[in-house]
């Protein structure tokens, strides 16, 4: 496995902006939220409620020595309130689609999303798809190599899984968002990879523990 080397990339401003970030989940799948929450907060609970409409967080990172605050937006996934959250993509910077790798029905309804992203949301909104519950293997209903193929062909930026209960890779998914938004949007700074990723042309940077890479 090899790491892709830093881009640089000619920038049109010094002005730092905030950065916004669309969580979607599936229906009913709420554990990447308790991810986000266990981000902003430092402490993972494994109770949480349903998102109602919309919810909002803030957390600064350091890149590269430069403050950057990012906005993430939970935008609920249930059908009644499509209406409310389709407006929210407009204006994001990037989203994250999540589902969960021991319920195939969330997985199935990744490209359901991706449209709905690709309808509401800006022409160069990027999405990345997380894989949660990466601590409970035996229960693995979602083969990685799966993710890598839908990432590839809705030509996603990343596929990662995460374990909300372990703190695993939760980091890395914000931090790599924050990153490539930052070099899309031609700003002074460099792009960096992840341990334990790749990048082939346009296809999507992949992120997984060591045993489960894959070359998609």
Same mark, same amino acid.
């Given at each position: 496995?090899?790491?892709?080397?830093?881009?640089?990339?000619?920038?049109?401003?010094? !002005?730092?902006?905030?950065?916004?970030?669309?969580?979607?989940?599936?229906?009913?799948?709420?554990?990447?939220?308790?991810?986000?929450?266990? #981000?902003?907060?430092?402490? &993972?609970?494994?109770?949480?409620?349903?998102? $109602?409409?919309?919810?909002?967080?803030?957390?600064?990172?350091?890149? +590269?020595?430069?403050?950057?605050?990012?906005?993430?937006? +939970?935008?609920?996934?249930?059908?009644? &309130? !499509?209406?409310?959250?389709?407006? /929210? /993509?407009?204006?994001?910077?990037?989203? $994250?689609?999540? /589902? +969960?790798?021991?319920?195939?029905?969330?997985?199935?309804?990744?490209?359901? #999303?991706?449209?709905?992203?690709?309808? /509401?949301?800006?022409?160069?909104?990027?999405?990345? =798809?997380?894989?949660?519950?990466?601590?409970? =293997?035996?229960? !693995?209903?979602?083969? &990685?190599?799966?993710?890598?193929?839908?990432?590839?062909?809705?030509?996603? =930026?990343?596929?990662?899984?995460?374990?909300?209960?372990?703190? !695993?890779?939760? +980091?890395?998914?914000?931090? =790599?968002?924050?990153?490539?938004? $930052?070099?899309?949007?031609?700003?002074? &700074?460099?792009?960096?990879?992840?341990?334990?990723?790749?990048?082939?042309?346009?296809?999507?940077?992949?992120?997984?523990?060591?045993?489960?890479?894959?070359?998609?």
């Amino acid at each position: 496995m090899t790491t892709a080397s830093p881009v640089t990339r000619a920038h049109r401003s010094e !002005r730092q902006t905030p950065l916004r970030v669309d969580e979607l989940h599936n229906l009913n799948e709420k554990v990447f939220r308790k991810a986000c929450d266990s #981000w902003i907060e430092g402490v &993972f609970s494994d109770k949480h409620q349903n998102t $109602i409409g919309v919810d909002f967080s803030v957390r600064s990172l350091n890149i +590269d020595g430069k403050k950057v605050k990012v906005q993430v937006w +939970d935008t609920a996934g249930q059908e009644r &309130f !499509r209406t409310i959250t389709q407006s /929210y /993509y407009r204006s994001a910077h990037g989203a $994250i689609i999540a /589902y +969960d790798i021991t319920r195939r029905q969330t997985f199935e309804s990744v490209p359901h #999303w991706i449209h709905e992203v690709e309808k /509401y949301g800006a022409a160069n909104l990027m999405v990345m =798809l997380i894989g949660n519950k990466s601590d409970m =293997l035996e229960q !693995r209903q979602i083969l &990685f190599e799966e993710a890598c193929t839908l990432a590839e062909k809705h030509g996603l =930026l990343a596929v990662l899984e995460t374990s909300a209960k372990e703190a !695993r890779n939760i +980091d890395e998914v914000f931090l =790599l968002m924050a990153k490539e938004l $930052i070099a899309r949007n031609t700003l002074h &700074f460099h792009k960096e990879s992840p341990r334990n990723s790749f990048v082939l042309d346009s296809r999507p940077i992949v992120v997984s523990q060591p045993e489960k890479n894959c070359q998609c």
